[in-house]
Protein backbone atom coordinates (compact mmCIF):
# COMPACT_ATOMS: atom_id res chain seq x y z
CA UNK A 1 0.00 0.00 0.00
CA UNK A 2 2.88 1.98 0.62
CA UNK A 3 4.90 1.89 -2.76
CA UNK A 4 1.59 2.06 -5.07
CA UNK A 5 1.02 5.39 -5.08
CA UNK A 6 4.63 6.13 -5.64
CA UNK A 7 4.65 4.06 -8.78
CA UNK A 8 1.19 5.99 -9.83
CA UNK A 9 2.96 9.18 -9.51
CA UNK A 10 6.10 8.42 -11.85
CA UNK A 11 3.78 6.68 -14.46
CA UNK A 12 1.93 10.04 -14.42
CA UNK A 13 4.82 12.34 -14.69
CA UNK A 14 6.43 10.13 -17.63
CA UNK A 15 2.94 10.73 -19.45
CA UNK A 16 3.23 14.56 -18.94
CA UNK A 17 7.33 14.18 -19.70
CA UNK A 18 5.95 12.40 -23.43
CA UNK A 19 3.01 15.14 -23.86
CA UNK A 20 -0.22 13.31 -23.04
CA UNK A 21 -2.62 14.94 -21.24
CA UNK A 22 -3.16 13.81 -17.62
CA UNK A 23 -6.06 14.80 -15.63
CA UNK A 24 -5.29 14.21 -11.48
CA UNK A 25 -7.13 16.88 -9.63
CA UNK A 26 -4.16 17.27 -7.19
CA UNK A 27 -1.41 15.95 -8.64
CA UNK A 28 1.37 18.92 -8.18
CA UNK A 29 4.42 16.75 -8.84
CA UNK A 30 3.07 15.10 -11.76
CA UNK A 31 3.23 17.87 -14.24
CA UNK A 32 6.61 19.68 -12.68
CA UNK A 33 8.94 18.58 -14.80
CA UNK A 34 12.54 17.22 -13.49
CA UNK A 35 14.83 20.08 -13.89
CA UNK A 36 18.22 17.48 -15.09
CA UNK A 37 15.86 16.73 -18.00
CA UNK A 38 16.09 19.56 -19.33
CA UNK A 39 19.87 20.37 -18.68
CA UNK A 40 21.26 20.42 -22.50
CA UNK A 41 18.06 22.14 -23.91
CA UNK A 42 19.48 25.29 -25.35
CA UNK A 43 16.30 25.71 -27.96
CA UNK A 44 14.76 28.74 -28.89
CA UNK A 45 12.48 28.95 -32.18
CA UNK A 46 12.94 31.86 -34.61
CA UNK A 47 10.80 35.02 -34.40
CA UNK A 48 10.16 35.40 -38.01
CA UNK A 49 7.47 32.67 -39.35
CA UNK A 50 8.33 31.43 -42.86
CA UNK A 51 5.87 28.36 -43.05
CA UNK A 52 3.13 27.61 -40.42
CA UNK A 53 0.38 25.08 -40.51
CA UNK A 54 -1.49 23.13 -38.46
CA UNK A 55 -4.15 22.12 -41.09
CA UNK A 56 -7.13 24.11 -39.40
CA UNK A 57 -7.58 25.86 -42.80
CA UNK A 58 -8.28 21.85 -44.19
CA UNK A 59 -10.90 19.86 -44.70
CA UNK A 60 -10.87 16.25 -43.16
CA UNK A 61 -10.48 13.52 -45.26
CA UNK A 62 -8.82 15.70 -47.92
CA UNK A 63 -4.58 16.19 -48.63
CA UNK A 64 -3.31 19.78 -47.13
CA UNK A 65 -3.74 22.30 -49.68
CA UNK A 66 -0.38 23.88 -48.05
CA UNK A 67 1.72 21.09 -48.75
CA UNK A 68 3.11 19.00 -51.81
CA UNK A 69 1.64 15.34 -52.73
CA UNK A 70 4.62 13.33 -53.88
CA UNK A 71 4.18 9.45 -53.11
CA UNK A 72 1.48 7.44 -50.67
CA UNK A 73 -1.85 7.71 -48.56
CA UNK A 74 -2.01 10.84 -46.39
CA UNK A 75 -5.07 12.52 -45.25
CA UNK A 76 -5.92 15.49 -42.66
CA UNK A 77 -7.36 13.62 -39.56
CA UNK A 78 -8.58 14.77 -36.17
CA UNK A 79 -7.31 12.58 -33.25
CA UNK A 80 -7.97 13.92 -29.62
CA UNK A 81 -9.42 17.31 -30.70
CA UNK A 82 -6.13 17.92 -32.84
CA UNK A 83 -5.85 18.28 -36.83
CA UNK A 84 -2.61 15.82 -38.22
CA UNK A 85 -1.44 14.96 -41.08
CA UNK A 86 -2.17 10.82 -41.15
CA UNK A 87 -0.40 8.40 -42.89
CA UNK A 88 -1.39 4.76 -43.39
CA UNK A 89 1.16 3.72 -46.39
CA UNK A 90 5.23 4.72 -47.08
CA UNK A 91 4.48 7.99 -47.99
CA UNK A 92 6.38 11.23 -49.11
CA UNK A 93 5.30 14.72 -49.41
CA UNK A 94 6.87 18.04 -49.23
CA UNK A 95 7.00 21.86 -47.70
CA UNK A 96 7.88 24.46 -50.18
CA UNK A 97 8.92 27.57 -49.02
CA UNK A 98 8.24 30.68 -50.20
CA UNK A 99 12.12 31.68 -50.22
CA UNK A 100 15.37 29.76 -49.22
CA UNK A 101 15.78 27.85 -45.93
CA UNK A 102 18.06 31.50 -44.12
CA UNK A 103 21.48 30.69 -42.53
CA UNK A 104 19.85 30.63 -39.30
CA UNK A 105 16.47 28.77 -38.45
CA UNK A 106 14.43 26.57 -36.61
CA UNK A 107 12.17 23.87 -37.82
CA UNK A 108 9.45 21.85 -35.52
CA UNK A 109 7.45 19.30 -35.83
CA UNK A 110 4.63 17.57 -34.36
CA UNK A 111 4.27 13.68 -34.98
CA UNK A 112 3.30 10.49 -33.45
CA UNK A 113 5.07 7.34 -34.44
CA UNK A 114 3.67 3.72 -35.39
CA UNK A 115 2.46 1.71 -32.55
CA UNK A 116 4.71 -0.85 -33.06
CA UNK A 117 8.40 -1.36 -35.77
CA UNK A 118 10.19 0.63 -33.52
CA UNK A 119 13.21 2.60 -35.63
CA UNK A 120 12.91 5.42 -38.02
CA UNK A 121 9.78 6.42 -38.54
CA UNK A 122 10.45 10.13 -40.26
CA UNK A 123 13.39 11.20 -42.39
CA UNK A 124 13.97 14.68 -43.47
CA UNK A 125 15.91 16.60 -46.34
CA UNK A 126 16.40 20.40 -46.89
CA UNK A 127 15.88 19.31 -50.67
CA UNK A 128 13.82 17.76 -52.69
CA UNK A 129 16.32 15.69 -54.45
CA UNK A 130 16.29 12.35 -53.69
CA UNK A 131 16.49 10.60 -50.22
CA UNK A 132 20.63 9.57 -49.48
CA UNK A 133 21.63 11.64 -52.14
CA UNK A 134 24.95 12.09 -50.54
CA UNK A 135 24.63 15.59 -51.34
CA UNK A 136 22.97 17.07 -48.13
CA UNK A 137 22.47 15.53 -44.71
CA UNK A 138 19.54 13.86 -43.60
CA UNK A 139 17.71 13.91 -40.14
CA UNK A 140 15.91 10.74 -39.28
CA UNK A 141 14.15 10.02 -36.20
CA UNK A 142 11.33 7.65 -34.72
CA UNK A 143 10.37 5.56 -31.26
CA UNK A 144 14.04 5.04 -30.41
CA UNK A 145 15.99 7.83 -30.62
CA UNK A 146 17.25 10.95 -33.77
CA UNK A 147 20.12 10.53 -35.79
CA UNK A 148 21.41 12.91 -38.55
CA UNK A 149 23.98 11.57 -41.42
CA UNK A 150 25.09 11.56 -44.94
CA UNK A 151 25.97 14.83 -47.02
CA UNK A 152 29.96 14.47 -46.19
CA UNK A 153 29.78 16.34 -43.18
CA UNK A 154 29.82 15.28 -39.33
CA UNK A 155 27.17 12.73 -38.80
CA UNK A 156 24.99 11.16 -35.38
CA UNK A 157 23.99 8.01 -36.15
CA UNK A 158 20.46 6.51 -35.20
CA UNK A 159 20.77 4.78 -32.01
CA UNK A 160 17.79 2.75 -31.02
CA UNK A 161 16.91 3.38 -27.08
CA UNK A 162 14.31 1.09 -25.43
CA UNK A 163 13.54 3.49 -22.74
CA UNK A 164 12.50 6.20 -25.46
CA UNK A 165 10.86 3.20 -27.47
CA UNK A 166 8.42 2.61 -24.46
CA UNK A 167 7.77 6.61 -24.34
CA UNK A 168 7.20 7.00 -28.18
CA UNK A 169 5.36 4.23 -28.85
CA UNK A 170 2.19 5.55 -30.43
CA UNK A 171 2.93 8.58 -28.74
CA UNK A 172 2.91 11.88 -29.48
CA UNK A 173 6.12 14.25 -29.08
CA UNK A 174 8.14 17.11 -31.38
CA UNK A 175 11.17 17.24 -33.33
CA UNK A 176 12.78 20.27 -33.13
CA UNK A 177 15.97 21.60 -35.40
CA UNK A 178 17.88 24.76 -35.26
CA UNK A 179 20.59 25.42 -37.49
CA UNK A 180 23.31 28.10 -38.05
CA UNK A 181 25.11 27.74 -41.03
CA UNK A 182 26.78 24.48 -40.85
CA UNK A 183 26.01 23.73 -37.37
CA UNK A 184 22.84 21.87 -36.53
CA UNK A 185 21.36 20.55 -33.07
CA UNK A 186 18.27 18.18 -33.16
CA UNK A 187 15.96 17.58 -30.31
CA UNK A 188 13.31 15.03 -29.62
CA UNK A 189 10.95 16.96 -26.88
CA UNK A 190 13.26 17.90 -23.81
CA UNK A 191 16.37 16.01 -25.18
CA UNK A 192 19.36 17.27 -27.39
CA UNK A 193 20.11 14.31 -29.33
CA UNK A 194 22.33 15.96 -32.11
CA UNK A 195 25.30 18.74 -31.36
CA UNK A 196 27.36 18.91 -34.67
CA UNK A 197 29.35 22.00 -36.54
CA UNK A 198 29.65 20.96 -39.65
CA UNK A 199 26.61 19.03 -41.40
CA UNK A 200 25.49 19.60 -44.72
CA UNK A 201 21.75 20.28 -43.99
CA UNK A 202 20.88 21.60 -47.91
CA UNK A 203 19.27 25.42 -47.99
CA UNK A 204 16.82 25.15 -50.44
CA UNK A 205 13.16 26.49 -50.99
CA UNK A 206 12.05 23.24 -50.13
CA UNK A 207 12.20 20.71 -47.12
CA UNK A 208 10.85 16.83 -48.35
CA UNK A 209 9.47 14.57 -45.19
CA UNK A 210 8.99 10.57 -45.77
CA UNK A 211 6.44 8.75 -43.54
CA UNK A 212 7.50 5.12 -43.07
CA UNK A 213 3.52 4.43 -41.87
CA UNK A 214 2.46 0.24 -42.26
CA UNK A 215 -1.25 0.41 -43.22
CA UNK A 216 -4.20 1.27 -41.07
CA UNK A 217 -3.49 -0.54 -38.06
CA UNK A 218 0.07 1.37 -37.81
CA UNK A 219 -0.18 4.78 -38.83
CA UNK A 220 1.73 7.86 -38.44
CA UNK A 221 0.83 10.68 -38.07
CA UNK A 222 2.12 14.83 -38.89
CA UNK A 223 0.62 17.76 -36.74
CA UNK A 224 1.87 21.35 -36.83
CA UNK A 225 4.81 22.23 -38.72
CA UNK A 226 6.86 25.87 -37.90
CA UNK A 227 9.79 26.83 -39.79
CA UNK A 228 11.32 30.26 -39.10
CA UNK A 229 14.21 32.35 -38.88
CA UNK A 230 16.77 33.34 -35.80
CA UNK A 231 17.24 36.64 -35.88
CA UNK A 232 20.01 38.57 -33.65
CA UNK A 233 20.12 38.57 -30.04
CA UNK A 234 17.36 39.71 -27.25
CA UNK A 235 19.56 42.50 -26.30
CA UNK A 236 21.00 43.40 -30.24
CA UNK A 237 17.30 44.14 -30.96
CA UNK A 238 15.91 46.20 -28.40
CA UNK A 239 19.62 48.40 -28.71
CA UNK A 240 18.44 48.69 -32.05
CA UNK A 241 14.83 49.38 -31.83
CA UNK A 242 13.90 49.86 -28.11
CA UNK A 243 11.93 46.50 -28.23
CA UNK A 244 12.03 42.61 -29.07
CA UNK A 245 9.66 40.03 -30.08
CA UNK A 246 10.11 36.57 -28.85
CA UNK A 247 7.90 33.45 -29.65
CA UNK A 248 10.29 31.25 -27.20
CA UNK A 249 7.98 31.61 -24.20
CA UNK A 250 5.43 29.40 -24.74
CA UNK A 251 2.12 28.72 -23.24
CA UNK A 252 -0.35 26.00 -22.58
CA UNK A 253 -3.67 26.14 -24.93
CA UNK A 254 -5.93 28.99 -22.57
CA UNK A 255 -3.91 29.18 -19.93
CA UNK A 256 -0.59 31.35 -18.49
CA UNK A 257 1.36 28.39 -17.54
CA UNK A 258 4.67 28.59 -19.11
CA UNK A 259 5.73 25.17 -20.85
CA UNK A 260 8.65 24.26 -19.94
CA UNK A 261 10.38 24.62 -23.20
CA UNK A 262 10.17 28.23 -22.50
CA UNK A 263 13.44 27.65 -20.53
CA UNK A 264 16.41 28.84 -22.71
CA UNK A 265 14.16 31.75 -24.12
CA UNK A 266 13.64 33.09 -20.12
CA UNK A 267 17.17 32.35 -19.46
CA UNK A 268 18.34 34.39 -22.27
CA UNK A 269 16.54 37.59 -20.67
CA UNK A 270 17.76 36.46 -17.45
CA UNK A 271 20.96 36.86 -18.27
CA UNK A 272 20.25 39.95 -20.00
CA UNK A 273 18.97 41.57 -16.92
CA UNK A 274 21.84 40.86 -15.29
CA UNK A 275 24.37 41.99 -17.22
CA UNK A 276 22.52 45.49 -17.63
CA UNK A 277 20.94 46.11 -14.42
CA UNK A 278 19.40 49.71 -15.77
CA UNK A 279 17.91 48.37 -18.24
CA UNK A 280 14.13 48.07 -17.46
CA UNK A 281 11.26 45.85 -19.12
CA UNK A 282 7.82 46.36 -20.20
CA UNK A 283 6.70 42.86 -20.81
CA UNK A 284 3.67 42.72 -22.98
CA UNK A 285 1.20 39.73 -24.29
CA UNK A 286 0.22 39.79 -27.35
CA UNK A 287 -2.46 37.10 -29.27
CA UNK A 288 -3.93 36.82 -32.74
CA UNK A 289 -7.80 38.16 -33.46
CA UNK A 290 -9.25 34.23 -33.28
CA UNK A 291 -11.35 33.69 -30.27
CA UNK A 292 -13.42 36.80 -28.12
CA UNK A 293 -11.27 39.30 -27.73
CA UNK A 294 -12.47 40.54 -24.15
CA UNK A 295 -10.80 37.19 -23.32
CA UNK A 296 -7.95 37.47 -25.32
CA UNK A 297 -6.73 40.29 -23.87
CA UNK A 298 -7.54 39.15 -20.31
CA UNK A 299 -5.21 36.10 -21.08
CA UNK A 300 -2.37 38.18 -22.68
CA UNK A 301 -2.28 40.60 -19.73
CA UNK A 302 -2.30 36.96 -17.50
CA UNK A 303 0.96 35.72 -19.56
CA UNK A 304 2.56 38.76 -19.10
CA UNK A 305 2.33 38.57 -15.92
CA UNK A 306 3.40 35.06 -15.71
CA UNK A 307 6.57 35.86 -17.94
CA UNK A 308 7.18 39.08 -15.31
CA UNK A 309 6.93 36.39 -12.21
CA UNK A 310 9.22 33.59 -13.64
CA UNK A 311 12.26 36.21 -14.33
CA UNK A 312 12.11 37.10 -10.40
CA UNK A 313 11.23 34.14 -8.77
CA UNK A 314 13.58 32.15 -11.41
CA UNK A 315 16.56 34.11 -12.87
CA UNK A 316 16.58 36.78 -9.51
CA UNK A 317 15.23 39.73 -11.10
CA UNK A 318 14.78 42.63 -9.15
CA UNK A 319 10.53 43.16 -9.64
CA UNK A 320 10.81 46.57 -9.89
CA UNK A 321 12.76 46.73 -13.16
CA UNK A 322 9.26 45.03 -14.43
CA UNK A 323 5.81 45.80 -15.70
CA UNK A 324 3.46 43.65 -16.90
CA UNK A 325 0.88 44.24 -19.87
CA UNK A 326 -1.76 42.25 -21.88
CA UNK A 327 -2.82 43.77 -25.31
CA UNK A 328 -5.02 41.24 -27.21
CA UNK A 329 -5.09 41.35 -30.59
CA UNK A 330 -5.22 45.33 -30.65
CA UNK A 331 -1.75 45.47 -31.75
CA UNK A 332 -0.68 43.12 -33.97
CA UNK A 333 2.80 42.93 -35.67
CA UNK A 334 1.50 42.06 -38.95
CA UNK A 335 -2.70 41.62 -40.24
CA UNK A 336 -4.16 38.23 -39.78
CA UNK A 337 -4.58 37.03 -42.67
CA UNK A 338 -2.36 34.26 -42.81
CA UNK A 339 -0.99 31.26 -40.81
CA UNK A 340 2.48 32.37 -40.59
CA UNK A 341 0.80 36.15 -39.43
CA UNK A 342 -1.52 34.81 -37.24
CA UNK A 343 1.88 32.51 -35.57
CA UNK A 344 3.83 36.00 -35.57
CA UNK A 345 0.97 38.10 -33.84
CA UNK A 346 0.99 35.23 -30.99
CA UNK A 347 3.85 36.32 -29.31
CA UNK A 348 5.94 38.27 -26.15
CA UNK A 349 7.47 41.47 -26.60
CA UNK A 350 10.25 43.24 -24.61
CA UNK A 351 9.90 47.11 -24.47
CA UNK A 352 12.69 49.21 -23.03
CA UNK A 353 11.42 51.79 -20.12
Do not use: C
Not at 4 to 13: D, T
Not at 27 to 36: E, Q, V
Not at 241 to 269: M, N, Y
Amino acid sequence: MIRRPMRIAAALQLLWIAGIPVAVAQAPAATAPAPKLWVNYDFVPGSRVIFFTDYTEDQVGNFPKRLLFKTGNMEVAELDGQRYLRASAPSNFAIQLPEVLPAKFTIEIDFINRKSLDGVAFQLQGTLLQFRDAKSSSIVWGSGGVGLTGGGGGETLFGYDGTLANRYRGKAGQLRIMGDGEYVKVYLDERRFVNIPNAKFAHTTALNLWLDARGDDNPVFIGKIRIAESGKSIYDEIAAKGRVATQGILFDTGSDRIKPESGPTLKEIGLMLKEYPDLKLSVEGHTDDLGNAAENLKLSEARAKAVTAALVKDHGIDATRLTAKGLGSTKPATPNTTAEARQTNRRVELVKV
